[in-house]
């Protein structure tokens, strides 16, 4: 079987020094350096960076996105309730 193009798996690259570091079990990079507030600060930097790519709704979807969802729910909380007086009327007739 093959390797896909651009595979991260590098069996037996023959490189002591790759050796040496998978042995000792050291992370790559930056990751491995920085302390507690320095992971936290890249933490939030990413965080961030994820809200800054997201599409905010504007008013009017939002009030529509709103509606649709108060609707939804009033209409569930009514097929429970009937589905409810249902159970009890049919367990109030079975045991008496």
């Not at 798996?9 to 020094?17: C, F, K, M, V, W």
Request: net charge positive; hydrophobic share 40%.
């Amino acid at each position: 079987m093959t390797e896909a193009l651009g595979s991260t798996a590098t069996p037996e690259s023959g490189r002591p020094e790759d050796d040496e570091a998978a042995k000792k079990g050291r992370r790559g990079g930056k990751r491995g350096k920085k302390g507690p507030f320095g992971r936290l600060a890249l933490f939030y930097r990413q965080v961030v960076a994820e809200l800054r790519k997201v599409v905010w709704p504007s008013r009017n979807q939002l009030s529509t996105y709103t509606t649709v969802v108060i609707v939804f729910v009033v209409i569930m909380i009514g097929l429970v309730t009937v589905i409810d007086y249902g159970f009890n009327e049919a367990v109030k007739y079975i045991f008496g």
